[in-house]
């Protein structure tokens, strides 16, 4: 069982919100079912939170800064009822041919992170819907990846190997590299595998 989980880091489109494919337009972003209610449960839990993503339209010219700001700003609206507070959103707006050190798989957005906020990879779990979040999470030394089956996650899950999901989340006991730890049907899903025991206790008053 990995180590207690304080720091939980997320993809955001396809994990938190409906992948709209190179998302510009806030009035478009649109939370996944439950997403807001399950980060509420794991702020609750005393767990921070962050978004790391990929957001190669910036890099391709399809987007740029202000409008991924104006996407964001609006996903931090929706979440605001929830009470479900993103400590902090980090980016890479490069393309897949950029050499970059911080485009997912690479950790270079963890590093910033880890640098801001004291963070801690042993105390870290990432969650997303790619391959490449959970080769992020496997290379940054995170002791619990989630691989949801929303956005590309059915995709990946197949790629990857995976065995089907047959109960709201599956933790792969026997991995072949490149394996997440836990593959989830959603983000309300993984949260419930979170808070059966994963998660640090919460500090007292």
């Not at 485009?103 to 963070?119: M, Q, V």
């Amino acid at each position: 069982m990995p180590a207690a989980i304080r720091h939980i880091l997320l993809d955001r489109d396809g994990t938190v919100i409906v992948d709209r494919h190179y998302p510009a337009d806030p009035d478009a972003v649109e939370l996944l079912p439950g997403a807001g209610q399950a980060l509420a449960r794991l702020a609750l839990a005393g767990a921070d939170l962050y978004l790391v993503t990929n957001q190669s339209g910036i890099g391709r010219g399809y987007y740029g800064e202000a409008e991924f700001q104006a996407v964001q700003a609006r996903l931090q609206a929706l979440l605001a009822p929830y009470g479900a507070p993103i400590t902090a959103t980090v980016h890479c707006p490069h393309g897949p041919d950029a050499g970059c050190d911080c485009r997912k798989p690479a950790t270079g957005l963890f590093d910033r992170l880890a640098r801001a906020y004291g963070l801690d990879a042993a105390a870290t779990a990432v969650i997303g819907d790619k391959a490449s979040d959970i080769a992020f999470g496997l290379a940054l030394g995170a002791p619990l990846t989630i691989l949801v089956a929303t956005g590309h996650g059915q995709q990946a899950a197949q790629t990857l190997g995976l065995p089907p999901l047959s109960a709201p989340w599956l933790e792969l006991v026997d991995r072949k590299p490149g394996w997440p730890h836990v593959l989830a049907r959603d983000l309300p899903a993984a949260v419930d595998f979170l808070l059966a025991g994963r998660l640090a206790p919460k500090a007292g008053p």
